[in-house]
C-alpha cells in the first residue's frame, strides 16, 4: 500500500463547479499535513496546511479526519486558474511524503 | 526573495559521466531535501538533511550522494549517471518544527543519454 494515495483524476470541471480531491495515508505517526499546487513544468508550492478543526482560505477548505486517515480539498466556484495538479504531502517526522497528484482542469 | 536556489536548470549527460546538482538557501533553514520526480508521478525523496553535518536517506537514495557543509547548502552527486536517473530534480528548505512547510527551488531537468 501506498503510504499517501490520491484520487487519480483527471478532473475535468466547467468553470464555476465545485470539486473535490481525497487522500488517504497510511502511517499513524503521522504528524502535519498540508496541499500543495503544482503548475505544469514548476515546482509545488503551498496551497495550505490541514488541520483537524478543518481550514478556509477563500474558495478552498481543507479537512483532516485523524481517525480514518483522510484529508480531502474542496473548490468552491471554480477558476481557469486553478487548473493544475493538486498533491496531498504528509510530514511523518520530518520526511515528508507526497501523493501522485490528482490533476485538476478547469474549462470556459 | 532568492529563496531556495537550483543550478543548473537543464542538463543533459551521457552514462556514466558524474555531475552536482546544486542548490542553496538564504533562509535560515535547518532541514533540506532533495526529491526526484517522474513523468506524471509524485515526489520521491531521495535524501534529507535536518542541519549541517547530518544527512540521512529518504525513499530512493541509490546512485546518489549528498553532503551538508553549510547550512546553505545541499548539493546532490551523480556519480555514474544511468538512464533511470532522467528526471526533474527539486531541492527544498524547511524550518522544521511541527507544521515543516517546505519550500521548493525550481528545478533541474535532467536527462541521461
Known amino acids: 500500500r501506498k503510504e499517501v494515495e490520491q484520487d487519480p483524476g483527471p478532473f475535468n470541471v466547467p468553470e464555476g463547479a465545485t470539486v473535490a480531491f481525497n487522500c488517504t495515508y497510511s502511517n499513524s505517526a503521522s504528524q502535519s499535513f498540508f496541499w500543495y499546487r503544482q503548475d505544469c513544468r514548476k515546482e509545488p508550492k503551498l496551497l495550505m496546511s490541514v488541520y483537524s478543526s478543518g481550514n478556509e482560505d477563500g474558495r478552498f477548505t481543507a479537512q483532516l479526519n485523524r481517525a480514518s486517515q483522510y484529508i480531502s480539498l474542496l473548490i468552491r466556484d471554480s477558476k481557469l486558474s486553478d487548473s493544475a495538479t493538486y498533491l496531498c504531502v504528509v510530514n511523518i517526522w520530518g520526511s515528508m511524503r507526497f501523493g501522485a497528484g490528482t490533476r485538476l482542469t478547469v474549462k470556459p | 526573495n532568492a529563496g531556495v536556489t537550483q543550478t543548473p536548470k537543464f542538463r543533459i549527460l551521457k552514462i556514466g559521466q558524474s555531475m552536482t546538482l546544486q542548490c542553496t538557501q538564504d533562509m535560515n533553514h535547518n532541514y533540506m531535501y532533495w526529491y526526484r520526480q517522474d513523468p506524471g508521478m509524485g515526489l520521491k525523496l531521495i535524501y534529507y538533511s535536518v542541519g549541517a553535518g547530518i544527512t540521512d536517506k529518504g525513499e530512493v537514495p541509490n546512485g546518489y550522494n549528498v553532503s551538508r557543509s553549510t547550512t546553505e547548502d545541499f548539493p546532490l552527486r551523480l556519480e555514474l549517471a544511468a538512464p533511470s536517473q532522467t528526471s526533474v530534480y527539486f531541492c527544498?528548505?524547511?524550518?522544521?518544527?511541527?507544521?515543516?512547510?517546505?519550500?521548493f527551488g525550481a528545478g533541474t531537468r535532467l536527462s541521461v543519454l
Open positions: 527544498a528548505s524547511s524550518g522544521g518544527g511541527p507544521l515543516n512547510i517546505q519550500y
